[in-house]
């Protein structure tokens, strides 16, 4: 058992993983975050400019013919936007109890 990340973790990599998390959140939210982190670093950083970068680098990633920037069909949607890191994985816990629970 691990856990690893990445953004084909769960389409290419590990196709067959038991549980699989696509983690998400809004792109003003992922650019305030990378802002935050950068300034923690003592690098300087615009949000304005993450923001850019992040959407260029998603729309590469999602254009890609090998190894799209995709969720696995079925993997657990999870939207951080706006949650703490407890929320985020009380929410995958959550949502993976609710997934294993024999109908």
């Known amino acids: 058992?691990?856990?690893?990340?990445?953004?084909?973790?769960?389409?290419?990599?590990?196709?067959?993983?038991?549980?699989?998390?696509?983690?998400?959140?809004?792109?003003?939210?992922?650019?305030?975050?990378?802002?935050?982190?950068?300034?923690?670093?003592?690098r300087e950083s615009d949000v304005e400019a993450v923001?850019?970068?992040?959407?260029?680098?998603d729309s590469l990633d999602s254009g890609r013919a090998a190894s799209p920037l995709v969720a696995a069909p079925d993997a657990i949607l999870v939207d951080s936007t706006e949650r703490s890191v407890d929320e985020v994985v009380a929410a995958i816990v959550e949502a993976f109890e609710r997934r294993e629970t024999p109908a």
Not at 7 to 20: H, L, N, S, W, Y
Not at 51 to 57: G, S
Request: hydrophobic letters at 45%; charged letters at 40%; glycine letters at 6%.
């Open 1 to 42: 058992g691990a856990v690893v990340e990445g953004r084909d973790i769960g389409t290419v990599v590990f196709p067959d993983a038991a549980v699989k998390v696509f983690l998400t959140a809004s792109d003003e939210e992922r650019a305030r975050r990378r802002a935050r982190d950068e300034a923690a670093a003592s």
């Open 51 to 57: 923001r850019a970068d992040l959407a260029r680098r």
